[in-house]
T-cell receptor, first 111, second 114 residues
Framework: GNSVTQMEGPVTLSEEAFLTINCTYTATGYPSLFWYVQYPGEGLQLLLKATKADDKGSNKGFEATYRKETTSFHLEKGSVQVSDSAVYFCALMTGFQKLVFGTGTRLLVSP | NAGVTQTPKFQVLKTGQSMTLQCAQDMNHNSMYWYRQDPGMGLRLIYYSASEGTTDKGEVPNGYNVSRLNKREFSLRLESAAPSQTSVYFC?????????????FGQGTRLTVV
């Protein structure tokens, strides 16, 4: 079946450090790929997405590239801020519009 | 600009009690979803509705029922609550007609079954 694997957290960084959160997937066909972010006490909101191979999604300084050959969609940011502290979920969507999520990675950024 | 609204936000139930979680969206979306979020498990799909009048099981449907009352509303019912259903429940909706369509989430319902 379809699945998403994310690196376990928490990821602890100092402000202005470089961030990578790894995500790999297993899916039949050609899924769309997403990163969602969840701030404390809130629901999830879309951070970025990519719908086909080699697409790069970007938003708020975050980037991720859809790599079909390695079935990966790693999230990166060049310089994190304290306000980026949240839980990040990688997800894929296949037919019938079902979103499948990874387990989430908590990011903690200290001043 | 409400988006997806869930009620209630918090609920405590005794084992065996029943309750319905309500969800409404005002974005004219076709597809709606119910997920549960548990520590270390991510979000798991309980049920979804691809369009008004249809519902389908997700990954963890046992112990739950759903109703797509109309295009706006999608409710989740626990007929006989069990402690294993203690979780945070999220409703979501999406236009559902294009690849990569964004899903919008409600604020969640934190349910504790004692």
């Amino acid at each position: 079946g379809n699945s998403v694997t994310q690196m376990e957290g928490p990821v602890t960084l100092s402000e202005e450090a470089f961030l990578t959160i790894n995500c790999t997937y297993t899916a039949t066909g050609y899924p769309s790929l997403f990163w969602y972010v969840q701030y404390p006490g809130e629901g999830l909101q879309l951070l970025l997405k990519a719908t086909k191979a080699d697409d790069k999604g970007s938003n708020k300084g975050f980037e991720a590239t859809y790599r079909k050959e390695t079935t990966s969609f790693h999230l990166e940011k060049g310089s994190v801020q304290v306000s980026d502290s949240a839980v990040y979920f990688c997800a894929l969507m296949t037919g019938f519009q079902k979103l499948v999520f990874g387990t989430g990675t908590r990011l903690l950024v200290s001043p | 600009n409400a988006g997806v609204t869930q009620t209630p936000k918090f609920q405590v139930l005794k084992t065996g009690q029943s309750m319905t979680l309500q969800c409404a969206q005002d974005m004219n979306h076709n597809s709606m979803y119910w997920y549960r979020q548990d520590p270390g498990m991510g979000l798991r799909l309980i049920y979804y509705s691809a369009s008004e009048g249809t519902t389908d099981k997700g990954e963890v449907p046992n112990g739950y029922n759903v109703s797509r009352l109309n295009k706006r509303e999608f409710s989740l019912r626990l007929e006989s609550a069990a402690p294993s259903q203690t979780s945070v429940y999220f409703c979501a909706s999406s236009a559902g007609d294009l690849a990569g369509t964004e899903a919008f989430f409600g604020q969640g319902t934190r349910l504790t079954v004692v």
